[in-house]
T-cell receptor, first 114, second 112 residues
Framework: KAGVTQTPRYLIKTRGQQVTLSCSPI?????VSWYQQTPGQGLQFLFEYFSETQRNKGNFPGRFSGRQFSNSRSEMNVSTLELGDSALYLC?????????????FGPGTRLLVL | ELKVEQNPLFLSMQEGKNYTIYCNYSTTSDRLYWYRQDPGKSLESLFVLLSNGAVKQEGRLMASLDTKARLSTLHITAAVHDLSATYFCAVDCTSGTYKYIFGTGTRLKVLA
């Protein structure tokens, strides 16, 4: 079974631009969660989608948004990029809603904002 | 405010030795997660602990949860070099506004 895939793997943007990251979950998984990892703030939860609905959201500004499609693939969008958005963005999928479930992580997208 | 604290932050140990990583959290939660991250890599889920007294073991790693003490431990038995990685615990809280908080991580180095 194929694992979680994320595209692109690496991305360089400039301040003020916007970016869209994509995550394809393991086949049959309906939940996708997104996380941000930075050296300063560590790992932080962004949001979780289940069956095309946002179930939970972390403490991030409205510039961070996401969506999930009917095939469970998910995208996250960051608008008006700031230098501090440079991070590793991880997505994870689970069979059911992620609470209490094992999550399977993708390889991540490394975003550098210049 | 939900806080999750891990200690130690850094751990250097000899192969064959035992050690424990501690994860304390500040609010009521029945769900605790342990993850492993190798340098430059993504996260790998190790354990999901869902109730007080839960204990799970996989190879040389054993995790336990005491919800009354708000404490989880990750015990390493007879460490081997391949266990060198950063270990994170995380807690989610569904009462009130949902929160999912990671600990700061424990960087483990096992010396041959």
């Amino acid at each position: 079974k194929a694992g979680v895939t994320q595209t692109p793997r690496y991305l360089i943007k400039t301040r003020g631009q916007q970016v869209t990251l994509s995550c394809s979950p393991i086949s049959g998984h309906r939940s996708v969660s997104w996380y941000q990892q930075t050296p300063g703030q560590g790992l932080q939860f962004l949001f979780e989608y289940f069956s095309e609905t946002q179930r939970n959201k972390g403490n991030f500004p409205g510039r961070f948004s996401g969506r999930q499609f009917s095939n469970s693939r998910s995208e996250m969008n960051v608008s008006t990029l700031e230098l501090g958005d440079s991070a590793l963005y991880l997505c994870a999928s689970s069979l059911g809603a992620s609470g209490g479930k094992t999550q399977y992580f993708g390889p991540g997208t490394r975003l550098l904002v210049l | 405010e939900l806080k999750v604290e891990q200690n130690p932050l850094f751990l250097s140990m000899q192969e064959g030795k035992n050690y424990t990583i501690y994860c304390n959290y500040s609010t009521t939660s029945d769900r605790l997660y342990w993850y492993r991250q190798d340098p430059g890599k993504s996260l790998e889920s190790l354990f999901v602990l869902l109730s007080n007294g839960a204990v799970k073991q996989e190879g040389r790693l054993m995790a336990s949860l005491d919800t009354k003490a708000r404490l989880s431990t990750l015990h390493i038995t007879a460490a081997v070099h391949d266990l060198s990685a950063t270990y994170f615990c995380a807690v989610d809280c569904t009462s009130g506004t949902y929160k999912y908080i990671f600990g700061t991580g424990t960087r483990l180095k096992v010396l041959a």
